[in-house]
């Protein structure tokens, strides 16, 4: 597995998690790096994404303004802070990266060719 995701855990309803995702092969450089969640009987979704070159980031409606996702050069890492966490952001936080270069349609899937494995995120409430 090419991209490490970690940082997953139990957490009551109002708290915060931090994820982090790195790549061991090689730097983010130039790439787009998102996550995506997939909760129990749902499809996986999209959540957040950062353009590395510039840290422009997006994210889907659902998170916008709980959720900030940032990265740090030097360790070729990205996080997500996920703050004022509901029951419904219980899923599987899975991170992935373009193979090349940053893709517009920054919100499928297709566009990311390397993943990770995923980390669980439990909020009680």
């Known amino acids: 597995v090419q991209l490490q995701a970690s940082g997953g855990g139990l957490v009551q309803a109002g708290g915060s998690v931090k994820l982090s995702c790195t790549d061991s092969e090689r730097t983010f450089a130039n790439r787009g790096v998102a996550w995506f969640r997939q909760a129990p009987g749902k499809e996986r979704e999209f959540v957040a994404a950062?353009?590395?070159?510039?840290?422009?980031?997006r994210y889907s409606d659902s998170v916008k303004g709980r959720f900030t996702i940032s990265r740090d050069r030097a360790r070729n890492t990205v996080f997500l802070q996920m703050n004022n966490l509901t029951p419904a952001d219980t899923a599987v936080y899975y991170c992935a990266a373009t193979i090349q270069h940053w893709n517009v349609a920054y919100r499928d899937m297709n566009s990311y060719g390397n993943w990770g494995q995923g980390t669980l995120v439990t909020v009680s409430s």
């Open positions: 950062i353009r590395w070159a510039d840290a422009n980031a």
